[in-house]
């Protein structure tokens, strides 16, 4: 395994990647480029597959009868992209801020320093490091202590590195993706019965889902959302993303889960397609 994956990655299950349905190709993509500062690895009329050294982190694909989804519709809260250390979080933070880009908040979550934004079509996005994991507080059930404090955005942007923030730092992954879903219930009993992940942390309407004593690879909270049904193919917004299973015995164990619970499968060269009680799409792969 490689020593230097951050260890989000390292875990039995994590995130490899999202795909966005866009109205304007062009300009979302445009923005994942310049201000998150990801690469065109495949381009095609309908759609771009952008990452970071080659790595596919973002599916951006557009048609002609996407549909702006309702602000309280399932789907994607924000898609979280890590960085690997401090110095690359407070560098691109001198980043947005000579841009300006507009923030939407920026919180120390304990495990975590996050700072909040959007695309050009609303989708959100959170952008952040992780504390070392030496660093977390575990409680005895096996749950991380999680708060939502302010974070000194000052002194993280007077700690950056004295360079310009060109693209991502190497290593720069998906650390996890939070959702928007219609019921919390529903939400555990298919994220953790059925994948296998654990509820790390939960707050007022919301659960966090993790691998292997990550704080969370999957969130899923309701504060705009209850009761809100399944996603319309058309939607623009999250169409899915990819669970990957570092652990062939936990990937096995989630097929059987979806086997026993009749959840309907497909089978694709590259993995097990399915989509989770919002109608998001979910590949899973060992």
Known sequence: MNENKQF?????????????VVRDLPLVSEFYQTIIGLSIIEKSPSGEV??????????LTTSQNATRAPSGAAGLFHTAFLMPSRSDLALWLTHVAHNNVGLQGASDHLVSEA???SDPEGNGIEVYRDRSPDEW????????AMSTLRLNLQELYDSAPKATFAKAADGTAIGHIHLQVGDIPQADAFYQDVLGLKIMARYPGAS??????????????????????ARSDNMTGLSGYSLKFNEKAEFDKALAA????EIATERQSDGIVVKDPWGIGLKLSA
């Open 8 to 20: 989000a990655l390292t875990r039995p299950a994590y995130v490899g990647q999202a795909h966005l």
């Open 50 to 59: 952008l990452g970071v050294n080659g790595q596919p982190l973002l599916t």
């Open 115 to 117: 700072i909040y934004l």
């Open 137 to 144: 507080t575990y409680q005895p059930d096996g749950t991380v």
């Open 208 to 229: 966090f889902f993790g691998s292997g004593a990550y704080h969370h690879h999957v969130a899923a909270n309701i504060w705009n959302s209850r009761g809100a049904v």
């Open 258 to 261: 979806l086997d026993k619970m």
